[in-house]
T-cell receptor, first 113, second 113 residues
Framework: NAGVTQTPKFQVLKTGQSMTLQCAQD?????MYWYRQDPGMGLRLIYY???????DKGEVPNGYNVSRLNKREFSLRLESAAPSQTSVYFC????????????FGSGTQLSVL | KQEVTQIPAALSVPEGENLVLNCSFT??????LQWFRQDPGKGLTSLLL?????REQTSGRLNASLDKSSGRSTLYIAASQPGDSATYLC????????????FGQGTELSVKP
């Protein structure tokens, strides 16, 4: 049972490049999330999908887009990467929205030069 | 706006000691509170989830308590081991945040053999 799988684990981009972070869960969870973790700022919610077919902005959505491809997969896209988006990105899932235990992926270390 | 604070930011103890990690939050109107563990370079693992109607939850050597009225939670670790060394984060799910988790910045625990 893999849980939440994120790819890639590491990525280096130049300013202005685009990329997509992939996330898949095999727990049949309805809700999925993207967080970023920065020193001194803690974990902050970027976007979430409470259920298949819905997506909503979190605390820091600017510069990102998401797609809930199906119940298993939730991707995060950076259209034009900026140095301020250098961070560790985590995908997470829960059985349902709002009141459930969260399961996290192992993270993507992204550097934007 | 909900704010979550964890003090101290870092803690070092000798093996075998019982210890308490603290988490405080400013808005007592919460659905639940979760404690997570994060190992270096890894994702978060949910340890305990306490619903707002509960006072405490236990899992093995871990016991988490919740006092909503005072805006506090503690994570008690009994008979600490070097393998407990990690960063411990608490996160609050409050009514006024629409079901989004608000994380503290964590306590980095080091258990010395």
């Amino acid at each position: 049972n893999a849980g939440v799988t994120q790819t890639p684990k590491f990525q280096v981009l130049k300013t202005g490049q685009s990329m997509t972070l992939q996330c898949a869960q095999d727990m049949n969870h309805n809700s999925m999330y993207w967080y970023r973790q920065d020193p001194g700022m803690g974990l902050r919610l970027i976007y979430y999908s409470a259920s298949e077919g819905t997506t909503d902005k979190g605390e820091v959505p600017n510069g990102y887009n998401v797609s809930r491809l199906n119940k298993r997969e939730f991707s995060l896209r950076l259209e034009s990467a900026a140095p301020s988006q250098t961070s560790v990105y985590f995908c997470a899932s829960s059985e349902n929205w709002g009141n459930e235990k969260l399961f996290f992926g192992s993270g993507t270390q992204l550097s934007v030069l | 706006k909900q704010e979550v604070t964890q003090i101290p930011a870092a803690l070092s103890v000798p093996e075998g000691e019982n210890l308490v990690l603290n988490c405080s939050f400013t808005d007592s109107a919460i659905y639940n509170l979760q404690w997570f563990r994060q190992d270096p370079g890894k994702g978060l693992t949910s340890l305990l989830l306490i619903q707002s109607s509960q006072r405490e939850q236990t899992s093995g050597r871990l016991n988490a308590s919740l006092d909503k009225s005072s805006g506090r939670s503690t994570l008690y670790i009994a008979a600490s081991q070097p393998g407990d060394s990690a960063t411990y984060l608490c996160a609050v799910n409050s009514y006024n945040q629409g079901g989004k988790l608000i994380f503290g910045q964590g306590t980095e625990l080091s258990v010395k053999p």
